[in-house]
């Protein structure tokens, strides 16, 4: 079983390079927020390794999107944090209106400590807005602290499960469903080619419906 990205020379260390890109550098992200909830704040993103990070219970572990990203740039987790926090406090005095982080194009949250540092920056930076989604099973420490960083946050935090399942039964779980989950749901306008980018569209962090992707 793969337990890395299969594109070994793509790790990249923190400490060599700018860790948070630029969503304009990202055709489906975009750039400025244009969708009502975080009007004109700059998107940026952050791609870790894939399966390094991410739980083995993961779906997608086989056919992971990252398989058809050769060229991304994949972060390792030493020294990680620190040069996070080091960019973000760059940003956010660049940035009047504030930064939107996707978390994570590539990989997930790999520890309880590194999801508690999400919550101390959100906590140290007002203008700060997250949002993305995780493989992480539900009823797991870490998934019940992905819960309360949507409840804490709401206004500036909503991270999915990637689960085909309805919103219903635990107020502050949001999921993302495969192609074939016929719930109640919407399908990403961005995927469908009803807007040009997540910056444009802005439903997975203003609803809690479940969003629908089409199949990578």
């Not at 991410?54 to 999107?65: G, Q």
């Not at 960019?87 to 005095?93: A, C, G, H, R, Y």
């Not at 007002?126 to 949002?131: A, E, G, V």
């Not at 935090?157 to 919407?186: D, M, T």
């Amino acid at each position: 079983m793969k337990t890395s990205t299969i594109y070994k020379k793509s790790k990249k260390l923190p400490a060599d390079f700018t860790v948070l890109k630029k969503g304009s550098s990202n055709k489906k992200l975009g750039y400025t927020v244009t969708s009502k909830k975080w009007r004109g704040k700059k998107i940026y993103s952050l791609t870790l390794v894939e399966r390094e990070t991410c739980p083995t219970s993961c779906h997608h572990w086989d056919d992971c999107y990252g398989n058809n990203m050769p060229f991304a740039h994949r972060f390792t987790t030493e020294g990680l944090t620190d040069k996070i926090e080091d960019e973000l406090q760059t940003l956010i005095k660049k940035h009047p209106k504030g930064i939107v982080v996707r978390l994570h194009v590539l990989g997930d949250f790999y520890s309880y400590e590194y999801i508690a540092f999400w919550n101390m920056m959100l906590l140290k930076y007002p203008t700060l807005s997250i949002f993305g989604y995780t493989a992480l099973d539900e009823g797991t420490q870490e998934a019940d602290y992905i819960m309360r960083l949507n409840e804490l946050f709401s206004d500036r935090c909503l991270v999915r499960f990637s689960r085909s399942k309805e919103h219903n039964e635990q107020p502050h779980a949001y999921y993302a469903a495969e192609e074939s989950f016929s719930g109640k749901h919407f399908d990403c306008p961005e995927q469908s080619g009803k807007l040009p980018s997540c910056a444009s569209c802005g439903l997975c962090w203003m609803s809690p419906r479940t969003v629908r992707f089409l199949t990578h």
